[in-house]
């Protein structure tokens, strides 16, 4: 094996490495149906919360927590004007 095939062996598996932690970091996305779309996002799991739709900066769109393998829906207050 030459150098020139071995670096590129090498370089693949760097690539590859950095790839799957990257995606071992991202968050756990549900889509509409078969969709892929990123406007068809029906759930997003993002640190041991569930949220709906796309949207994870707001609280509002949390409904689900996960504690200890426990699911618990999230009950907002209402707002009375």
């Known amino acids: 094996m ?6 590129k062996k090498i ?11 990257i995606g071992y ?5 549900f889509y509409k ?11 997003t799991i993002k640190d041991n919360k569930i949220y709906k739709g796309r949207e994870t900066a707001f609280s509002d ?5 996960i504690n200890n393998d426990d699911v618990y829906k999230v009950i907002l207050p209402l707002l009375l004007m």
């Open 2 to 7: 030459n150098l020139n095939t071995f670096m």
């Open 11 to 21: 370089l693949l598996i760097i690539i590859l490495s950095y790839i799957s932690v």
């Open 33 to 43: 149906g078969n969709s892929t779309v990123v406007f068809d996002i029906a759930y």
């Open 25 to 29: 970091a991202s968050d756990y996305i």
């Open 61 to 65: 769109n949390i409904i689900f927590t």
